[in-house]
């Protein structure tokens, strides 16, 4: 059974960070490209960064978010990471991780807020 569970969201004023985790089980992480994404109250699901199964230098990132977003994964510890610097009340949005090259599976998502 696949699970995949974030953790690390919270509130946090403008200029903060913030370093989510995405814990995934029952299938080959290892073997598999993942992504974030993020859903802002009244706004669409959008894609904020993906990665490939052994951690490609060639990420992608939503062009809001280069150069303070950075996605990264262990694929040792099962777990992918979404590294979020000088945040902006724009960026409050629950946060998602999800399979890239299988299913598509979700996880429950973890809310973030930034906010003075």
């Known amino acids: 059974q696949v699970q995949l569970v974030e953790s690390g969201g919270g509130l946090v004023q403008p200029g903060g960070s913030l370093r989510l985790s995405c814990a995934a089980s029952?299938?080959?992480?290892?073997?598999?490209?993942m992504t974030w994404y993020r859903e802002a109250p009244g706004k669409e699901r959008e894609l904020v960064a993906s990665?490939?199964?052994?951690?490609?230098?060639?990420?992608y990132y939503l062009d809001s978010v280069k150069g303070r977003f950075t996605v990264s994964r262990d694929n040792a510890k099962n777990t992918l990471y979404l590294q979020m610097n000088n945040l902006k009340p724009e960026d409050t949005a629950v946060y998602y991780c999800?399979?890239?090259?299988?299913?598509?599976?979700w996880g429950q998502g973890t809310q973030v807020t930034v906010s003075s």
């Open positions: 029952g299938f080959t992480f290892e073997s598999t490209s």
């Open positions: 990665i490939t199964s052994r951690g490609s230098i060639t990420n």
């Open positions: 999800k399979t890239a090259s299988i299913g598509p599976y």
